[in-house]
């Protein structure tokens, strides 16, 4: 079963890091990289853009906070912790954990909602995106009908079916008719 998602795998210990990797190839996981220092995470995030990065609390070099301060909006991080540091971590940032006891089962269960998670964000994101898009366009129309209104007299309604109609025989959007009269106008 092959999951999309690319993961970098940062522990300190790399006996377990390599065991890891393993289980996650088999279960269909694109493993980029394994790395055992914060700096070496930092730049391999920098330089392949991971969807996730499967991490422990502590480099030799820098902890996870320190990591996670400089990539928080470049990847999603799932911990592996012991319980003191969990609850430590889950207050200060958006990192998911699970504690340092997991099952294969357990752990791919966490990848995979957070790949979901991921996929819902970047649906909303879209969304959201295609409504603000649509309000500039209509604020660009409204502003334009207003023009139409005060310069020739129209109605908002003969305003509307004006640029309407220049829009249909000039095969040009709405908006583009709108951002042509502003500009005219200016």
């Not at 088999?26 to 853009?49: A, H, K, P, W």
């Not at 499967?54 to 319980?83: C, H, P, Q, R």
């Amino acid at each position: 079963m092959a999951h999309n998602g690319r993961i970098v795998i940062a522990l300190s210990n790399i006996e377990t890091a390599n065991k890891l990797k393993s289980l996650l190839t088999q279960e269909g996981y694109d493993i980029i990289s394994l790395c055992t220092s914060g700096n070496e995470l930092i730049r391999l995030v920098l330089q392949y853009s991971p969807d996730l990065v499967l991490v422990g609390y502590k480099f030799k070099d820098m902890s996870l906070l320190d990591v996670y301060e400089t990539l928080y909006d470049a990847t999603s991080f799932l911990a592996i912790v012991n319980e003191p540091y969990r609850s430590y971590i889950e207050e200060d940032t958006d990192i998911y954990c699970i504690g340092t006891k997991i099952s294969n089962v357990l752990l791919t269960n966490a990848i995979d909602l957070i790949f979901q998670s991921k996929r819902r964000i970047k649906k909303l994101k879209d969304q959201v995106e295609k409504l603000e898009n649509t309000l500039e366009e209509r604020k660009l129309v409204e502003k334009a009908k207003g023009l139409l209104m005060q310069n020739s007299g129209l109605t908002e309604h003969e305003a509307f079916r004006y640029m309407q109609k220049i829009s249909m025989d000039s095969g040009k959007k709405m908006r583009d008719i709108a951002s042509l009269l502003l500009s005219e106008a200016e």
